[in-house]
């Protein structure tokens, strides 16, 4: 292979996946390529180019950011497996730069395993489809291939702490948008920060590609979005184009019975618009105003009624058995402990683990959602603990937490997985009017699921607690007589 060949011949000859990636369903995705690697546009280009740019005039140098908002479906992973392969084994700007056993990165990485599996497999199957790259293939794994000219091709998740220590000559975050990390409230930023410095040594010709669906006007791609797009800079190059635009072989009737069913959702996976529907629930500041640090679990106090929630899991899926403590210390609502049961388990084992913690602070009842109701509440009994199905869903509960927070009347522990899930919480109206709170896509909540309805439970029911001791102290109280004449304090009193 020769640097003289550009990513437009690789596109459109035959002897390279010209026959993949030269038809007329894949104009745009030339265009824009084209315009990244600063090639001439022709007429018909540059009217694609101006359609996707923000009006931009094209970059008269190769880029070193190139940022793709590009709705669903149409062809980015494709597309990310190309250039993938273009900069590993045809490109080769690598070769001649780097150190005794350095090797130069060519790293996509996806926003799940699923997603990279995908790529990965894009990526061999153009290896295997010429001849002269799958003889470069020295070593194979099931997320890797090292190529007999230095080069690697690196598949992987995202996760700013296995990034660092590599010599980038490409990056590629594929669907970044999406990326979620229990352990960081701000993955896509924080890795982003992490490759920079492995790109540098093999500058200039090092590019990062992101290449996503919007998704809330938040993050990465949309910090890149909000100050490079429609701007001249022959740095940085961000494009914005629908799903029909970058894959015309689309039917459009599935667009229209999109916006048809959620308008809000298919102007994002369909026209790559972000969403101004989908907020922030609660944000980093107030989540960790309410936390005590170093304090990572808090011992049962005398005279104290502690109350419990519990998310429960099947143990075979992705989602954690999550159990909280909680109690009211005047007005305040108190997290005292957590546990989090991660899968592969076994559900009878993990019940009673979570009976072990309830009997450490002498709670006889926990409160839960109605998943698996038979088996839960006949699981929890066998070890002599009530469970009480919660009448309020997810959103109720996180909306009832907030006042806790914003008022400053709320105790967390220091457990950095329960803080990020709080504040990666969205907040999104749904077609009823009424407001829904979960986690965003791929993300988890089992956690802070379980510590917000410990302390509903607890701030509950020191309000009810008063509310009895109030009527009684008024019902004793001959004054209280007086300023309610006509009240009958011979019968008892009734709360309806």
Not at 272 to 293: K, M, N, Y
Not at 346 to 363: D, I, R, T
């Amino acid at each position: 292979m020769t640097s003289l060949i550009t990513i437009e011949d690789v596109m459109t000859d035959s002897a390279a996946f010209g026959d993949l990636f030269s038809g007329q369903s894949w104009a745009a995705w030339r265009a824009i390529l084209k315009a990244a690697y600063a090639l001439p546009l022709t007429a018909e280009e540059r009217s694609i180019f101006d359609s996707v740019s923000g009006g931009r005039e094209p970059p008269t140098q190769r880029v070193r950011e190139l940022w793709l908002v590009v709705g669903r479906r149409g062809g980015k992973d494709s597309v990310a497996s190309l250039v993938a392969t273009f900069a590993a084994g045809i490109e080769e700007a690598h070769v001649g730069r780097l150190r005794p056993g350095e090797l130069a990165t060519i790293a996509c990485i996806a926003s799940d395993r699923d997603q990279a599996r995908i790529v990965h497999r894009y990526v061999k199957g153009l290896f295997n489809e010429h001849p002269d790259l799958s003889q470069m293939i020295v070593n194979e794994t099931a997320n890797s291939l090292l190529l007999n000219n230095e080069a690697e091709i690196l598949v992987s998740t995202n996760s700013f702490r296995s990034a660092r220590g590599r010599a980038y000559l490409a990056v590629i975050l594929d669907e970044c948008a999406f990326y979620r990390d229990e352990n960081s409230a701000s993955p896509d930023v924080e890795l982003f920060r992490a490759l920079v410095p492995g790109m540098a040594t093999l500058a200039p010709e090092s590019i990062v590609i992101g290449i996503s669906s919007p998704h809330k006007a938040k993050g990465l791609l949309y910090d890149k979005f909000a100050k490079h797009f429609g701007q001249n800079d022959d740095r940085v190059l961000v494009i914005q184009a629908p799903s029909l635009t970058m894959n015309p072989t689309l039917d459009p009737s599935e667009r229209d019975a999109a916006f048809e069913e959620d308008p809000e959702a298919a102007s994002a996976e369909w026209d790559a618009q972000f969403r101004r529907d989908i907020a922030d629930f609660i944000s980093r500041e107030l989540v960790e105003a309410a936390t005590d640090r170093d304090v990572v679990v808090r011992p049962r106090l005398d005279r104290v009624k502690y109350y419990a929630f519990v998310d429960v899991a099947g143990g075979t899926g992705k989602d954690s058995f999550t159990a909280a403590i909680s109690h009211a210390e005047g007005n305040m609502a108190v997290l005292d402990a957590v546990v989090e049961i991660r899968p592969p388990f076994s559900p009878n084992a993990a019940v009673e683990q979570v009976a072990a913690l309830l009997a450490e602070y002498g709670c006889t009842s926990i409160e839960g959602d109605k998943y698996a109701a038979g088996f839960t509440i006949d699981a929890f009994a066998k070890v002599g603990i009530r469970y009480v199905p919660t009448e309020r869903d997810r959103s109720q509960i996180y909306l009832e937490t907030l006042p806790l927070f914003s008022s400053g009347r709320v105790r967390l522990l220091d457990h950095k997985r329960l803080a990020n899930q709080f504040v990666l919480l969205e907040r999104r109206t749904v077609s009823s009017g009424r407001d829904k709170v979960d986690h965003p896509r791929g993300g988890h909540d089992d956690i802070s699921n379980a510590a917000a309805g410990a302390l509903i439970a607890a701030r509950q029911k020191r309000v009810m607690t008063i509310s009895q001791e109030a009527i009684a102290a008024s019902a004793a109280s001959p004054r209280a007589r007086v300023a309610m004449p006509g009240a009958n304090f011979s019968q008892p009193f009734i709360r309806h």
